[in-house]
């Protein structure tokens, strides 16, 4: 483990995604204190560009809405709904799979047949397709992401455990009188889990973008600040402030970037070792 | 009911597993009494690892029975065999595969005592650390991963955890070919303690004659996943009869006897 997190240390693009990423963890985590201003309550301050007024370093939108308040809310949105859609698809997704490697026969059958299912429809229209039918809001959004992204943990650690359960030390650990569900637990997850830790970046930097694309077609919470939803304001005045589609959009591509640079930063850290180039 | 002083009674065992045309194990019957020294011999590929993998319940036979102290071991299911394991325990030929790679030495030797209920909670470390000694192992190992360990000291926990639960019969398959000689040697001398201090029947697999003398009376060859020959180990090696004994005879009057110097 520790060998892996020096290759990791040693890889300059996922060390910068690292300090991306807990970067824009710690501003979302510190908005109350850092920048106490609501970012829903307007003001007479209308369409104020960046770097103008202090009391509005990134200036306002149509509403007089603070955009730098606004934005740090929105990373809270993202990231919320990024962790928990990701943390549910892989605890379903990975209970599923865990269950369908061991049980093989009919479970194994009827599990795989189902992620299929899900996977044929494009993640995003079933997500969409979901949140229309569950209505707007912060759990029908993690839920439809979840529900779009189990598929894909439930087919890795199906695979890794039919790896490991003819493992020798599997096999050891069941002559040693353990009982099914303590082998599941004590000797094939843990080994099972490494490649699915890249993976989970994969999916939580997807389900930032699904996320900003339900806000965006105004299919996000209605109560929370989203950069999807202040790109979509921001549309109708693109022209003559175009800073009120852009933060937010370069928001989002920053935070998909962090997600992503860590995830390629773990596969490569985690991946079996390959010969020296 | 047969014999009641038989420990393992096998008869016509096989296995084929699903979409392989020929059985790797086919027809095979032996029995052992409590305590027997009994080596199972044969060339790569003769079915022998998977034998001990049927007779220890870690692969699933396709045809034939197996009894274990009069009882019929492939009846057994769920709870009933978990239970039943303790007393017929198996040592894998790699021991670094046949240690679970994140968990520390002194949990997976806590194991077999946890499960099989022999030992309270309070006490499973100093037992652990018993264990330990009993192989020649320095107790403090207890807190290390298995690839801290050299290949010798890493089959000793495996033995060590598999006699936890003092079985009544041990498999050992292959124990000592990923070792070098100096370490097979310590391991044939420990063998040779546990024997004489708990008496176990064991079946030790090898594809290599000159170890067959040191840790068994009697001894059996495979051939094609069949027991072509059964009996006392000096008149196989002295007088073998069928083709695969001659031909591991043969090849192991190149080697060294057991004992004797090496070239």
Redesign the interface.
């Known amino acids: 483990m520790s060998e892996a997190v020096f290759r990791f240390a040693r890889e300059p693009a996922a060390c910068a995604g690292l300090v991306l990423l807990f970067l824009l963890l710690a501003l979302a985590l510190s908005a109350p204190l850092l920048w106490p201003l609501d970012p829903e309550a307007p003001s007479p301050a209308i369409l104020l560009p960046p770097f103008v007024e202090a009391a509005h370093p990134l200036g306002t939108d149509r509403l007089g809405r603070d955009l730098l308040a606004r934005l740090l809310a929105g990373a809270r949105t993202s990231l919320l709904v990024a962790a928990a859609a990701t943390a549910a698809a892989l605890l379903a997704g990975g209970a599923i799979g865990l269950l369908a490697g061991f049980s093989g026969g009919f479970v194994d059958e009827l599990a795989m047949r189902l992620a299929e299912a899900f996977q044929v429809v494009p993640g995003f229209l079933l997500a969409l397709a979901l949140v229309s039918v569950a209505g707007p809001g912060l759990g029908s959004t993690v839920a439809a992401i979840a529900a779009a992204s189990w598929p894909a943990p439930a087919r890795l650690l199906r695979a890794e455990v039919l790896k490991l359960r003819r493992?020798?030390?599997v096999?050891?650990?069941?002559?040693?009188?353990?009982?099914r569900p303590?082998v599941a637990l004590?000797?094939v997850l843990?080994?099972a889990l490494p490649p699915v830790l890249p993976l989970a970046a994969l999916l939580a930097a997807a389900a930032i973008l699904v996320e900003a694309a339900l806000a965006f077609l105004g299919l996000g919470d209605p109560n929370r600040p989203s950069w999807g939803a202040m790109i979509a304001e921001g549309r109708a005045v693109l022209v003559s402030a175009p800073w009120l589609a852009l933060l937010p959009g370069a928001a989002l591509v920053l935070s998909v970037l962090a997600v992503n640079l860590v995830g390629e930063g773990l596969a490569e850290a985690l991946a079996p070792r390959r010969a020296a180039a | 009911m047969k014999d009641e002083g038989f420990l393992l009674e096998v008869a016509g065992l096989g296995y084929r597993p699903p979409g392989v045309a020929r059985p790797i194990v086919e027809e095979v019957s032996f029995a052992l009494r409590p305590g027997d020294r009994v080596a199972l011999v044969g060339a790569s590929g003769a079915g022998k690892s998977t034998l001990a993998r049927l007779i220890v319940r870690l692969l699933e036979p396709t045809s034939g029975s197996i009894r274990f102290r009069g009882r019929d071991l492939l009846a057994a299911r769920g709870e009933a065999l978990r239970r039943m394991r303790a007393e017929f325990q198996i040592v894998f030929q790699d021991p670094l595969a046949a240690l679970g790679p994140r968990r520390k030495i002194g949990a997976q030797l806590a194991d077999p005592l946890r499960a099989f209920g022999l030992v309270p909670r309070r006490e499973l470390r100093a037992r652990v650390a018993q264990l330990l000694k009993e192989v020649g192992l320095d107790p403090a190992l207890a807190g290390r991963f298995p690839h801290e360990l050299s290949g010798g000291q890493r089959q000793r926990v495996a033995i060590a955890r598999a006699l936890a639960s003092r079985p009544r019969l041990l498999i050992l398959d292959e124990p000592f070919s990923a070792l070098d000689l100096s370490v097979r040697a310590q391991l044939l001398n420990l063998l040779e303690r546990i024997r004489t201090a708990h008496a176990p029947a064991t079946l030790f697999v090898t594809h290599d004659l000159a170890v067959v003398r040191a840790v068994a009376d009697r001894v059996l060859v495979m051939d094609g996943g069949r027991i072509v020959e059964d009996g006392p180990v000096d008149d196989v090696l002295a007088r073998p009869r069928a083709e695969a004994s001659r031909v591991l005879v043969r090849a192991a009057l190149h080697l060294p006897r057991p004992g004797g110097t090496s070239p």
């Not at chain 1, 096999?171 to 009982?179: E, H, R, V």
């Open positions: 493992a020798d030390f096999l050891a650990a069941i002559a040693a009188g353990l009982s303590e004590k000797e843990p080994n």
